[in-house]
């Protein structure tokens, strides 16, 4: 009976939320395609200039996202919750709309769009959050498409350390480029969600 | 990510979608007519 109660629709809303979320990030060898991709799923990209659509591996006849499963489209409420996320690439506040679950920290929905979004050193975000130190200053990608952008600090860390970088690209076009693909801002550091389930009405 | 546990089940149906408007199609959706075939009433021959 409890679990049923909870399935039901308790909140309509007519204005998107909007949430923060990180991405990978890939790309064509010159930098001038490039893709979003969830850190965690199917691996598949957003696909630019239409919704992002949650789908569910383990249970494909459910309703996306069901109320007791983990699919849908994760987003949480404070960029600093999203830290501890494996080497993200992108961060940037994202819509939400359709069937979402609300969860103590973030969402999970059926449709989303990216908003704003900026290039992330993962090795800053790490240490300081978003309030991290710099802009990045290059993208390294890996065979296979995979892009890691880097402060110049860090940059020269990772030559120290001898970490691999087969190729090395400006930051800066590869943003662009990326904004680009999914006609959005950039995300500047004041910018905030304006979070649309503050103030939720019952209906 | 950690979102914590689930709270409860919201229906976003927004007025108007945030997706990036379409670029307008600059091609006419209807073709012009043809042009029309010269009025030879009026000629002598």
Redesign the interface.
């Known amino acids: 009976m409890a679990t049923a109660q909870l399935e039901t629709p308790i909140a309509m809303l007519t204005e998107p939320i909007q949430a923060w979320r990180t991405w990978t990030l890939r790309g064509s060898r010159d930098g001038s395609e490039v893709r979003l991709t969830p850190i965690a799923g199917d691996g598949r990209p957003w696909p630019p200039r239409r919704a992002a659509e949650a789908s569910c591996t383990r249970h494909r006849s459910h309703v996306r996202p069901e109320f007791g499963c983990t699919c849908g489209l994760h987003a949480v409420e404070r960029p600093d919750e999203l830290r501890r996320t494996r080497d993200p690439a992108v961060l940037g506040t994202v819509a939400l709309w359709g069937r979402i679950v609300e969860h103590e920290h973030g969402f999970r929905a059926a449709l989303a769009y990216p908003q704003r979004l900026r290039l992330l050193c993962y090795l800053c975000f790490s240490l300081w959050g978003r309030h991290g130190p710099g802009d990045c200053e290059v993208v390294v990608r890996h065979r296979g498409g995979r892009m890691v952008p880097l402060c110049g600090p860090h940059l020269e860390l990772s030559r120290r350390y001898e970490y691999r970088m087969p190729r090395i690209l400006q930051a800066r076009p590869v943003e662009s480029a990326l904004l680009a693909a999914y006609a959005v801002d950039l995300l500047r550091e004041l910018d905030r969600p304006n979070r649309g389930a503050a103030d939720l009405t019952l209906s | 990510?950690?979102?914590?546990?689930?709270?409860?089940?919201?229906?976003?149906?927004?007025?108007s979608?945030?997706?990036?408007e379409?670029v307008p199609d600059l091609e006419p959706a209807i073709p012009d007519p043809a042009p029309a075939e010269p009025d030879r009433s009026r000629t002598n021959g």
Do not use: A, F, H, S
């Not at chain 2, 990510?1 to 007025?15: F, K, L, T």
């Not at chain 2, 979608?17 to 990036?20: A, D, E, N, R, V």
């Open positions: 990510m950690d979102i914590g546990r689930p709270q409860r089940i919201i229906e976003v149906e927004p007025v979608l945030p997706l990036p379409t």
